[in-house]
């Protein structure tokens, strides 16, 4: 498990030039005594913008999908060496809403994740369960499968990777896993990837179901929970903020986990 929790921020399709320059100010504004790791996915039109915003700062720049193609005719999609020229460090694959809306499979993100990995790209994999599946007692298995097809792909280098643990159920909805529900699907990501890898310990496992500034304290003082991925509170400053502090607190306070 790393050293330092990773908070990483989904604006989803949300922004505008203005609202960004707004919420990235107020943030740098009340950046105080953060001591986590903070990325920032945003969409594509506003990787420039945000790219000017955050130079100089210790946030890291995040998109939000990238294609499974390196180049050619594909028109609308967006390749992982378009994404590194903008200085993009962090990027979703396999979010439960492209999934869902988009119908991409376990070879998809897999693939997704191969190609930003090839280039320089850290790839969030975000993996999880919907209610029906969680009722019928398949959470694990779902979600080690989703992983699953991600490690048989990139096996080789799967140590670069982050894992986002996002219960379908609790994104959006104001649900939201107990921490002992997520520290327990955590530990079996956890297992899967210390079967995977001896360097295990390099991967952060991010909790990403409605983490806010009510329960981020509780769900991130879990074992095996790295850090939030965190979509509606991450577009307030004051609650970004918050949360960012809230990691910063547990990271010194259990400076071994």
């Known amino acids: 498990m790393s050293t330092s929790k990773l908070i990483v921020a989904n604006w989803k399709m949300n922004g505008g030039l203005s609202a960004n320059q707004l919420l990235l100010d107020d943030i740098k504004a009340g950046w105080g005594a953060v001591h986590c790791r903070v990325g920032v996915c945003v969409p594509y039109p506003y990787l420039t913008q ?26 609308g999609e967006v390749s992982g060496s378009m994404l590194r020229d903008f200085g993009v460090r962090y990027c979703l694959v396999g979010h439960s809403e492209r999934r869902q809306y988009h119908r991409e499979s376990e070879v998809d993100v897999a693939l997704k994740a191969r190609q930003a990995l090839a280039c320089g790209i850290t790839p969030i994999v975000c993996v ?44 959006g909805t104001g649900r939201t896993a107990t921490p002992d529900q997520a ?75």
């Not at 999880?128 to 096996?155: C, F, M, P, W, Y």
């Not at 074992?223 to 903020?241: E, Q, Y």
């Open 50 to 75: 945000v790219q000017l915003l955050l130079a100089g700062t210790p946030i890291a720049l995040g998109a939000q999908d990238v294609s499974i193609h390196a180049t050619g005719a594909y028109t």
């Open 183 to 257: 520290q327990a699907v955590h530990a079996v990501l956890r297992a899967q990837l210390k079967a995977a890898t001896p360097q295990h310990e390099r991967v952060a496992i991010l909790y990403g179901g409605s983490m806010n500034t009510g329960n981020a304290a509780d769900l991130l003082s879990q074992p095996d929970v790295d850090g939030g991925l965190i979509g509606g509170a991450s577009l307030k400053a004051n609650d970004f903020l918050e949360i960012l502090h809230k990691a910063s607190h547990e990271a010194l306070a259990n400076p071994m986990k």
């Open 128 to 171: 999880g369960e919907t209610l029906a599946q969680r009722e019928a007692g398949e959470t694990d298995s779902v979600v080690k499968r989703q992983l699953a097809a991600v490690i048989h792909e990139n096996g080789h280098c799967i140590s670069e990777i982050v894992v986002a643990y996002e219960p379908v159920w609790a994104i």
